[in-house]
T-cell receptor, first 113, second 111 residues
């Protein structure tokens, strides 16, 4: 079946711009996670959703980052006033419930110039 | 917090078994050990997980010590395509199952 998909696969933007990154989870998966991976590092947790609500957003670095999942399926990670330090690969994962195995998408590579 | 410790890198000859160790001495009784791998420029790929018993699937075997303080991931016949960074993770069920990745082990399979 279809796995987790993320769009765009690559995004180049300028410092100060607004970007949206999209994640389509595996059908039927109620839990959705966002991670960020900087070069040479392991992924770092940002936020996770159980259904439509953000259950834990403790990993979001600051208030420029926001994520939504309005219908409990697709999620969008939004970054305002991007900075060069936001350049990273943004990974999305989904699982049947919060205690099940997470399956990752291919990631979105964000480059802020 | 149950942290994990892995060697930063390992080599393995093609066709031989690759044994990747992981220490998780502070693991709690209801926490699972998960293994993922990440091939260059791809998202992490789930391999296997276990609680206390040894597990095997089509990709690998997981051996967990009786005291659960360490585990070993075994790739029985490594191929060049198994070259990747392998992450051992203790899943924190009381925190929504979020995964805390360390640096992992960079496995190089050589011909």
């Amino acid at each position: 079946g279809a796995g987790v998909s993320q769009t765009p696969s690559n995004k180049v933007t300028e410092k100060g711009k607004y970007v949206e990154l999209r994640c389509d989870p595996i059908s039927g998966h109620t839990a959705l996670y966002w991670y960020r991976q900087s070069l040479g590092q392991g992924p770092e947790f940002l936020i996770y959703f159980q259904g439509t609500g953000a259950a834990d957003d403790s990993g979001l670095p600051n208030d420029r980052f926001f994520a939504v999942r309005p219908e409990g399926s697709v999620s969008t990670l939004k970054i305002q006033r991007t900075e060069r330090g936001d350049s990273a690969v943004y990974l999305c994962a989904s699982s049947l419930t919060v205690k099940e195995t997470q399956y990752f998408g291919p990631g979105t590579r964000l480059l802020v110039l | 917090d149950a942290k994990t410790t892995q060697p930063p890198s390992m080599d393995c000859a093609e066709g031989r078994a690759a044994n990747l160790p992981c220490n998780h001495s502070t693991i709690s009784g209801n926490e699972y050990v998960y293994w993922y791998r990440q091939i260059h420029s791809q998202g992490p790929q789930y391999i296997i997980h276990g609680l206390k018993n040894n597990e095997t699937n089509e990709m690998a075997s997981l051996i967990i010590t009786e005291d659960r303080k360490s585990s070993t991931l075994i790739l029985p016949h490594a191929t060049l395509r198994d070259t990747a960074v392998y992450y051992c993770i203790v899943m924190r069920y009381n925190q929504g199952g979020k995964l805390i990745f360390g640096q992992g082990t960079e496995l190089s399979v050589k011909p």
